[in-house]
């Protein structure tokens, strides 16, 4: 029993959270009154001819109580004391003002594998037994220090040592806890490890990377440029529509790729169609499937279309501005319902599908027109991007060429440079047919040319061999001359555009003059049936009559 060997008036109990868990046989009034005396922080106070000590460990506050007469520094520790400090799962150790330890419970023993009672801390580490000795910092300071302290097995540990002051103010005693800190030791090393091997594997990914990025012909140099990056970057972290415009040739495609790349949906396939490529009645097909028997050479049991195949990944549908109007009306109700019907059911699929939409036309001009729908335009153009033109950009123009050169390199195996004035020559060339156009005009020099390095000569040769793109100052300077004073057509767009707006523009007339439909198509020159199809085709709103 901890009592055993006790004085007889020596007492002792243990606080822990304002509760007394262990007592000695101490009078209950003493023991409220030595609690209600108590301040944190101090070790020592007397109450009632009584002397207490009082030691902070991890289990509680102990209190230790004697009568004044018996306390002195010769008796320093007594029977219980020792149990009790050796009853603690900390090392403890108690120096006096001269660094002789005193004392040293058994954890500490086992924590720094030697036994140091009866020797002074300054000879202790003059032996090199220990890095630094907290009983001497704390005689030194007379302040609590705590520190991370080496031993010669090699462990680690964490020691606070705190001073004891006698009734004269002057420091009697140090009392040092101690903390084995070994395996935190161990653990902050594999961290560090960890961290190594983490920046090991960030820095091969990233050669990962860059090789990859070789096959792409997406450069960003130029400040034009690196703002499209960034803005792509943005949108793919979401899962909006994306609209993106451009002259042809750009690299709208390289652009929907870097945004499926680094989008949720990157685990997903990317699908592509061009909608001028397709013929309209295969065009429906492609993109909403069909059921079997929907039409003659339909296939047996049904085709999944384009956004059921992708489903969960990204659709990109290039030169959206081909798109004839009634396969507008079907795709606005992809991207407002997120479903789709095939050719031939009623019955509608969820989907769900990112779609990515470019052109090199001006939607909006084909809004107005009539070629277009509005409710369409508005909902592809959420975020829009536009991509700026070679000559707008030209700082990309040498990158370019030198990453053409590469991709030449490793598809043909040879090997070919350009000096820096026809490097100069490319890179103030307007390229109408932007990064397409460099592409193909960099290989073909390349593989026509029969020397290693590639010269002024040979790519002036090759773009004058071209009239189709060949444009010297004298001819920029007429054409701009002309551009300004010509008179602006009535019409804009190809010559297909242009056949339709003047289509509808005659048959707007003709139902401004004509009370009813039969009178406008006898003017116009076609019959009933014909007339009510093209009002449909343009939207026209205005309410005419059957009747004459």
């Given at each position: 029993?901890?009592?055993?060997?006790?004085?007889?008036?020596?007492?002792?109990?243990?606080?822990?959270?304002?509760?007394?868990?262990?007592?000695?046989?101490?009078?209950?009034?003493?023991?409220?009154?030595?609690?209600?005396?108590?301040?944190?922080?101090?070790?020592?106070?007397?109450?009632?001819?009584?002397?207490?000590?009082?030691?902070?460990?991890?289990?509680?506050?102990?209190?230790?109580?004697?009568?004044?007469?018996?306390?002195?520094?010769?008796?320093?520790?007594?029977?219980?004391?020792?149990?009790?400090?050796?009853?603690?799962?900390?090392?403890?150790?108690?120096?006096?003002?001269?660094?002789?330890?005193?004392?040293?419970?058994?954890?500490?023993?086992?924590?720094?594998?030697?036994?140091?009672?009866g020797r002074y801390a300054k000879d202790v580490i003059a032996e090199g037994l220990?890095?630094?000795?907290?009983?001497?910092?704390?005689?030194?300071?007379?302040?609590?220090?705590?520190?991370?302290?080496?031993?010669?097995?090699?462990?680690?540990?964490?020691?606070?040592?705190?001073?004891?002051?006698?009734?004269?103010?002057?420091?009697?005693?140090?009392?040092?806890?101690?903390?084995?800190?070994?395996?935190?030791?161990?653990?902050?090393?594999?961290?560090?490890?960890?961290?190594?091997?983490?920046?090991?594997?960030?820095?091969?990914?990233?050669?990962?990377?860059?090789?990859?990025?070789?096959?792409?012909?997406?450069?960003?140099?130029?400040?034009?440029?690196?703002?499209?990056?960034?803005?792509?970057?943005?949108?793919?972290?979401?899962?909006?529509?994306?609209?993106?415009?451009?002259?042809?040739?750009?690299?709208?495609?390289?652009i929907t790729k870097l945004i499926h790349t680094y989008s949720r949906r990157s685990?997903?396939?990317?699908?592509?169609?061009?909608?001028?490529?397709?013929?309209?009645?295969?065009?429906?097909?492609?993109?909403?499937?069909?059921?079997?028997?929907?039409?003659?050479?339909?296939?047996?049991?049904?085709?999944?279309?384009?956004?059921?195949?992708?489903s969960g990944g990204t659709v990109f549908l290039d030169e959206i501005g081909e798109?004839?109007?009634?396969?507008?009306?079907?795709?606005?109700?992809?991207?407002?319902?997120?479903?789709?019907?095939?050719?031939?059911?009623?019955?509608?699929?969820?989907?769900?599908?990112?779609?990515?939409?470019?052109?090199?036309?001006?939607?909006?001009?084909?809004?107005?027109?009539?070629?277009?729908?509005?409710?369409?335009?508005?909902?592809?153009?959420?975020?829009?991007?536009?991509?700026?033109?070679?000559?707008?950009?030209?700082?990309?123009?040498?990158?370019?060429?030198?990453?053409?050169?590469?991709?030449?390199?490793?598809?043909?195996?040879?090997?070919?440079?350009?000096?820096?004035?026809?490097?100069?020559?490319?890179?103030?060339?307007?390229?109408?047919?932007?990064?397409?156009?460099?592409?193909?005009?960099?290989?073909?020099?390349?593989?026509?040319?029969?020397?290693?390095?590639?010269?002024?000569?040979?790519?002036?040769?090759?773009?004058?061999?071209?009239?189709?793109?060949?444009?010297?100052?004298?001819?920029?300077?007429?054409?701009?001359?002309?551009?300004?004073?010509?008179?602006?057509?009535?019409?804009?767009?190809?010559?297909?555009?242009?056949?339709?707006?003047?289509?509808?523009?005659?048959?707007?007339?003709?139902?401004?003059?004509?009370?009813?439909?039969?009178?406008?198509?006898?003017?116009?020159?076609?019959?009933?049936?014909?007339?009510?199809?093209?009002?449909?085709?343009?939207?026209?709103?205005?309410?005419?009559?059957?009747?004459?």
């Open positions: 029993m901890l009592t055993k060997g006790l004085h007889k008036e020596e007492h002792f109990f243990i606080v822990k959270n304002h509760e007394v868990i262990v007592k000695s046989d101490i009078e209950i009034e003493l023991l409220e009154k030595i609690v209600n005396r108590y301040c944190k922080g101090k070790e020592t106070f007397k109450v009632e001819g009584y002397f207490v000590h009082v030691l902070v460990t991890s289990q509680g506050n102990l209190f230790y109580v004697r009568p004044l007469k018996q306390f002195s520094d010769i008796d320093f520790m007594n029977p219980l004391s020792n149990k009790v400090l050796n009853s603690i799962s900390d090392g403890i150790t108690i120096c006096d003002r001269k660094g002789k330890i005193l004392f040293q419970n058994d954890i500490d023993i086992e924590i720094v594998g030697m036994d140091l009672m220990m890095s630094d000795s907290i009983s001497m910092k704390v005689i030194e300071s007379k302040e609590k220090v705590t520190i991370l302290q080496t031993f010669i097995n090699g462990k680690c540990l964490l020691v606070s040592g705190k001073p004891i002051f006698g009734e004269d103010h002057e420091l009697q005693y140090v009392v040092a806890i101690t903390r084995d800190m070994t395996h935190l030791k161990r653990l902050e090393q594999e961290m560090k490890k960890l961290e190594v091997q983490n920046e090991n594997f960030k820095s091969k990914l990233q050669t990962i990377q860059n090789e990859e990025s070789l096959k792409s012909s997406l450069i960003a140099v130029s400040p034009a440029m690196m703002q499209v990056v960034k803005r792509v970057m943005k949108v793919a972290e979401v899962d909006s529509t994306v609209l993106i415009g451009g002259e042809s040739g750009v690299g709208k495609e390289e685990h997903k396939q990317i699908l592509t169609i061009n909608c001028s490529a397709i013929p309209e009645t295969l065009l429906e097909s492609e993109l909403f499937g069909y059921e079997a028997g929907a039409f003659t050479g339909a296939i047996k049991g049904g085709k999944a279309g384009l956004f059921e195949i992708a798109m004839p109007l009634l396969l507008q009306a079907k795709l606005l109700r992809v991207l407002q319902e997120s479903e789709v019907q095939r050719i031939g059911s009623g019955k509608p699929i969820p989907i769900d599908v990112r779609i990515i939409a470019a052109t090199n036309r001006n939607l909006a001009e084909m809004v107005r027109q009539g070629s277009f729908r509005e409710d369409l335009y508005y909902r592809l153009n959420i975020i829009p991007i536009e991509i700026p033109s070679l000559r707008h950009r030209r700082e990309d123009i040498i990158p370019m060429v030198n990453h053409f050169l590469t991709l030449i390199e490793e598809k043909y195996g040879i090997h070919r440079t350009i000096e820096s004035s026809a490097m100069k020559i490319l890179e103030t060339y307007d390229w109408p047919g932007n990064v397409r156009q460099l592409k193909n005009m960099v290989e073909r020099i390349c593989l026509l040319s029969t020397q290693a390095e590639i010269t002024i000569n040979t790519v002036q040769q090759e773009l004058d061999s071209n009239p189709i793109v060949v444009r010297n100052t004298e001819n920029l300077a007429q054409e701009k001359y002309m551009q300004e004073h010509e008179p602006a057509p009535m019409y804009s767009g190809t010559l297909k555009e242009q056949v339709a707006s003047f289509e509808k523009q005659m048959i707007k007339q003709a139902l401004s003059k004509h009370p009813s439909i039969r009178q406008a198509a006898k003017s116009l020159g076609c019959d009933q049936s014909t007339l009510v199809r093209k009002i449909q085709k343009y939207q026209l709103t205005r309410h005419v009559s059957y009747k004459d």
